[in-house]
Structure formats: C-alpha cells, structure tokens
C-alpha cells in the first residue's frame, strides 16, 4: 500500500475522525483500524503516542456494531487495515514514524 492510499480516510471515517478531533484536544492524529467484517476502532492518540481519547468502534450504516465484534472487542486477527489520519499540519514526519510505532507497531510501516 502506498501512503498516499493509507492516509485517505473513507468518506464515513473521515465524519467520525473529525468528530473524535474535535473531542480531544490533545490530539495530534486519530488511529484508525478497520476489521474483516467491516467495523472499525478508531482513538485519537496525542503528540506523546498516547491515548487522547477512549476508543470508540463503529460500523458505517449499522445500529451497532458486529455480533463478531461484540464477541471478541475487534480481535487484532482480524484487522485488514490500520493507519494514522494526522491532524493538520501534523507533526515531523520522524515523530509520526515514532507515534505509528507505539500505536500500531512496526510491521504495517515497513511494508509501506
């Protein structure tokens, strides 16, 4: 994936992330990770790669979230895509590799 591609939230994410920013004014970017079955978990994490808000899930045009959701809370084996929308203008792009790694780990950076 090309990060051009990974920083494009979708229309219905990108609602949810500017309401999450507006919530918490500590963050610097919202963590944004899509599940198999469609439902996504989403956080604002602050300049320290801390939380800046609880986490919230969601699954776009549902009353809920999944049944397979609300079994296991958006298993880590299950996700399909994870990535950082940053706030405007956004941090140094040495502190968002350090944010990405404590928030989402290694793995998914390296393949970028």
Not at 2 to 15: H, L, N, V
Not at 31 to 38: E, K, P, Q, S
Not at 60 to 89: H, L, T, Y
């Amino acid at each position: 994936m090309t990060a051009e591609k990974i920083r494009d939230p979708e229309q219905g994410e990108r609602a949810m992330i500017e309401g999450i920013i507006e919530g918490s004014p500590d963050a610097v970017g919202v963590a944004v990770i899509r599940l198999d079955c469609g439902c996504r978990k989403m956080a604002a994490v602050s300049i320290s790669g801390e939380p800046a808000s609880k986490i919230i899930m969601y699954r776009d045009q549902a009353e809920s979230i999944c049944e397979q959701c609300k079994k296991d809370n958006g298993d880590f084996m299950r996700v399909v895509e994870q990535f950082i929308s940053w706030k405007e203008p956004g941090p140094a792009e040495e502190v968002k590799k350090e944010i990405w790694a404590k928030v989402l780990g290694t793995a998914e950076e390296r393949s970028n």
